[in-house]
């Protein structure tokens, strides 16, 4: 397991995190390019987005932390500059959608899960730094979303005005369905809101912080509750992915990747909640999650997107992302659970991932491998939707983990 992990260090240092100091460093205007295509062209015009910027801090402030290198506090030290100088919405709290090349306020709509990718990206920064000001910048976006975003129920709205007011299109791209709540959302606050707590749980606490890491404690709990009595499809297994105000779901899609994914970070959670109960409670649940997910598994050690149960129709595209979840998810239950066979999963589908999707020309990952076999050029290198989040967590997770 050793030299897997070497493998996975060097494609984390090698493949990707080069990639973005070298290559997507925006020199001219501050931060990072807002894209590069597929034929890996730089577009220095092009938008740049707060789940990217966000993206990008966590990934460099976690390689830090993991492997100690001032290039990679220097590159965080940068996104997480230009995020708080650039994003943040000094008037009404949130984070801005996305800003202009220049770094000029471009959609100002105050999107839950984009805030909540700041809480994440700004508490690991704090976690590797021990940076006082930016851990308060992430408590205070944590409030934002729990005074803003929460409902009555215990749920997060998508979407509101960038003055916290109701909004029309609460969607988070144009795939998404415009309803109210999503899984994806509640996906990426309990993600934030988990690490925010193991990270106020190693400061040095005063009777403020300690209120505040009660609250933090009490929103994942929550949260680990809405996933399994609200989100989570008992009949199938698999998590539901859109629901208006009432909880009633559009039960219509399946994605691989997402339940794969959620299976790791809900167990996540619990492991950082350190909750006997609550842990006796999930692990049955999130083992329910990834058998479901592996309905998505492949001969050749991928996984498939999504299938929408309506049509029968399955959307056979590997992307990069659903990869990374794949291994990660797949190692959890090897590591927690002892599933040898969860094991051969990972491993395999990192072979695909280094056979298929690693752009060994100029570096980082592609898109995706479409049904057919071919290559997409069409996705991003790096976008609004491309970055150093999935395959670099991957990486690190792998390193980290006690498999």
Not at 14 to 38: A, C, F, P
Not at 298 to 317: F, V
Not at 366 to 382: F, M, Q, S, V, Y
Request: net charge negative; hydrophobic share 40%.
């Amino acid at each position: 397991m050793e030299q897997l992990k070497k493998q996975f260090r060097k494609c984390l240092e090698e493949n990707i995190l080069k990639y973005w100091i070298e290559q997507v460093t925006d020199q001219q205007n501050g931060g990072y390019y807002g894209r590069i295509d597929g034929h890996n062209i730089v577009h220095p015009e092009a938008e740049k987005g707060a789940v990217m910027n966000a993206r990008i801090l966590w990934a460099f402030a976690a390689a830090y932390r993991v492997l100690g290198k001032p290039e990679y506090l220097a590159a965080a030290q940068r996104a997480r500059d230009y995020f708080l100088e650039k994003f943040l919405d000094r008037k009404h709290g949130g984070v801005f959608w996305s800003v202009d090349y220049k770094g000029m306020p471009l959609d100002t709509k105050k999107q839950t899960y984009a805030i909540g990718f700041a809480v994440y990206a700004l508490s690991e920064y704090a976690r590797a730094t021990g940076d006082n000001e930016t851990l308060t910048k992430a408590i205070e976006l944590f409030h934002d979303i729990e005074n803003h975003a929460r409902q009555a129920d215990g749920g997060y709205i998508e979407a509101l005005t960038q003055d916290w007011q109701p909004i029309a299109d609460m969607r988070l791209s144009d795939k998404d369905e415009n309803l109210e709540r999503t899984m994806n959302t509640h996906l990426h606050i309990i993600e934030p809101y988990t690490n925010l707590l193991r990270t106020l749980r190693s400061w040095t606490k005063n009777a403020i912080l300690e209120q505040i890491e009660h609250e933090v404690e009490q929103a994942v709990r929550n949260l680990l509750e809405l996933f399994t009595n609200r989100i989570l499809n008992p009949d199938t297994g698999h998590l539901d992915l859109f629901f208006n105000q009432q909880w009633k779901s559009k039960r219509n899609l399946q994605s691989f990747g997402h339940d794969i994914e959620a299976s790791w970070l809900l167990h996540e959670s619990a492991l950082v909640l350190a909750d006997p109960t609550e842990l006796k409670r999930i692990e049955p649940i999130i083992q329910k999650i990834a058998k479901a997910a592996d309905e998505g598994l492949q001969q050749d050690g991928s996984m498939i997107y999504e299938l929408n149960t309506n049509t029968g129709y399955a959307d056979k595209q590997r992307q990069w992302w659903v990869q990374c979840e794949s291994v990660i998810g797949h190692a959890n239950l090897y590591e927690h659970f002892g599933d040898a066979r969860a094991l051969g999963d990972a491993i395999r589908c990192w072979e695909f991932i280094r056979q298929k999707l690693i752009d060994r020309e100029h570096g980082e990952w592609h898109w995706a491998i479409l049904a057919n076999g071919t290559l997409d050029r069409e996705g991003d290198k790096a976008g609004f939707w491309k970055c150093p989040y999935h395959n670099a967590r991957m990486c690190i997770e792998i390193m980290e983990r006690n498999i």
